[in-house]
T-cell receptor, first 113, second 115 residues
Framework: GNSVTQMEGPVTLSEEAFLTINCTYT??????LFWYVQYPGEGLQLLLK?????DKGSNKGFEATYRKETTSFHLEKGSVQVSDSAVYFC????????????FGQGTRLTINP | DTEVTQTPKHLVMGMTNKKSLKCEQHMGHRAMYWYKQKAKKPPELMFV???????INESVPSRFSPECPNSSLLNLHLHALQPEDSALYLC??????????????FGPGTRLTVL
């Protein structure tokens, strides 16, 4: 079956540090890949997505590239801010279960001033 | 309008109460979802409505009863809940159909506490 594995958190960084949150996946078909962010006390917001190999999704300074050869979709940001503190979820859907989002366990990120 | 709205924001209920959660979207989406999220966990899918018909029920106990009155509205009726049902209940919507590229848009959630 399909699955998503994220790096274990929590992750704590200083403001302006470089961020990488690792995400790898297992899927039987050709999945679409997503990063969602959840700020404290809120629902999930779509941060970025990529729907085919070598696509790069980007938004608000965050980027992730769909790497089919390594089955990865790592999230990166060059310079984090305190306001980026949140929980980040990597997720996938594929044609076998297009209405089912398969989530990773989530990575809690804290940015200190 | 790119929002999914949910009411109420918070709900406290006893184990014998009947209550309902409401969700609304005006994006013209034809698929709507209910998720349950426990603390420090990812959301777990409960139900999916596609073109106003229930398409997925993830073996959810019958004390949770979904309803989709029209393509913009989704309800979750609650009855005889247990304290372990306390969680954040999230609604989401997407364009519908079987295209895996369709992203889901989430509402802010209802924080449910069962006493």
């Amino acid at each position: 079956g399909n699955s998503v594995t994220q790096m274990e958190g929590p992750v704590t960084l200083s403001e302006e540090a470089f961020l990488t949150i690792n995400c790898t996946y297992t899927a039987t078909g050709y999945p679409s890949l997503f990063w969602y962010v959840q700020y404290p006390g809120e629902g999930l917001q779509l941060l970025l997505k990529a729907t085919k190999a070598d696509d790069k999704g980007s938004n608000k300074g965050f980027e992730a590239t769909y790497r089919k050869e390594t089955t990865s979709f790592h999230l990166e940001k060059g310079s984090v801010q305190v306001s980026d503190s949140a929980v980040y979820f990597c997720a996938l859907t594929d044609i076998q279960g297009a209405q089912k989002l398969v989530f990773g366990q989530g990575t809690r990120l804290t940015i200190n001033p | 309008d790119t929002e999914v709205t949910q009411t109420p924001k918070h709900l406290v209920m006893g184990m014998t109460n009947k209550k309902s959660l409401k969700c609304e979207q005006h994006m013209g989406h034809r698929a709507m979802y209910w998720y349950k999220q426990k603390a420090k966990k990812p959301p777990e899918l409960m139900f999916v409505y596609s073109y106003e018909k229930l398409s997925i029920n993830e073996s959810v106990p019958s004390r949770f009863s979904p309803e989709c009155p029209n393509s913009s509205l989704l309800n979750l009726h609650l009855h005889a809940l247990q304290p372990e049902d306390s969680a954040l209940y999230l609604c989401a919507s997407s364009r519908g159909g079987t295209d895996p590229r369709n992203e889901q848009f989430f509402g802010p959630g209802t924080r449910l506490t069962v006493l």
